[in-house]
């Protein structure tokens, strides 16, 4: 016994975690991701704080952040809000600008990650040596859950393109659940051009240009409870539009 706990101890060491979570109109869900991140994090005895960067949600959001940052405290939940809705990958780069941490996950707040396997990356990241390690769907047992048909075409759809055009080393692309060194993802966003959900795809792409290296952890995709989903017709053709950027520029 006494072995496990000065294994664990070693394992914590002085390392903080940042957690980046952009929301716009999540207010059903950021409760409770929020209480599974503190529940995990705590757990593991890793230090850590929570990023909450909401881009001017009407449907509430900020208020119930707010009253998160009261239970939990100022140290933990940080606000880093936005007046109004400016892409995904900015909102990455407005919470790296506040992140205290030395290592930093990104992850969606509609509960679709289950937060019980962020310790899987951390010890990913610490015995592998890996600069980012991402979630993916497509190898080992990991999967998607609650998406129909349609859904389903789309991803494998727009991976397997990937894949084929910009032979990235990585499987799972378009998946927004990483932990990165933060210096590794200082250095990625200054080369990003992407604000939608390209950015997720662009980041794998330059990590591999600039030779980081990449760890994946299969993962369980589950599809929102709460909420409706922020991909629609505008999202697909901007992807299109900046996978035959990449294509072309990488």
């Known amino acids: 016994m006494a072995s496990r706990k000065g294994s664990q101890q070693s394992r914590v060491g002085g390392d903080k975690y940042s957690v980046l979570l952009p929301t716009y109109n999540e207010r059903e869900n950021l409760p409770l991701i929020v209480w599974l991140l503190v529940k995990y994090f705590g757990e593991s005895g ?3 704080e929570i990023i909450v960067i909401d881009d001017g949600s009407p449907d509430g959001t900020l208020e119930v952040a707010e009253q998160l940052q009261k239970i939990y405290g100022e140290d933990k939940i940080l606000l880093r809000p ?3 809705k400016l892409g995904l990958g900015t909102a990455y780069i407005h919470g790296i600008k506040h992140a205290r941490g ?5 992850m969606d707040a509609d509960l679709s990650h289950h937060v019980s396997g962020s310790p899987v990356y951390l010890d990913n ?6 600069d980012l390690v991402s ?6 047992d990991g999967g998607v859950y609650g998406w129909d048909l349609r859904r389903k075409l789309i991803s494998r759809g727009a991976n397997y393109v990937t894949q084929v055009l910009l032979r990235p080393g990585a499987s799972d692309l378009t998946g927004s659940f990483r932990l990165y060194k933060k210096e590794v993802l200082e250095s990625l966003v200054e080369r990003c051009v992407s604000k939608g959900y390209v950015f997720q795809m662009e980041m794998i792409v330059r990590a591999r240009q600039l030779n980081y290296t990449i760890g994946e952890v299969p993962i369980s995709f589950v599809d929102r409870v709460y909420g409706e989903s922020k991909l629609g017709g505008n999202e697909i053709v901007s992807f299109l539009k900046g996978l035959l950027t990449l294509f072309a520029t990488t």
């Open 102 to 106: 030395n290592y930093v996950f990104i």
């Open 135 to 140: 979630g993916t769907r497509y190898r080992g």
């Open 46 to 48: 890793y230090d850590y």
């Open 125 to 130: 990241t610490r015995e592998g040596g890996y």
């Open 82 to 84: 936005r007046a109004k």
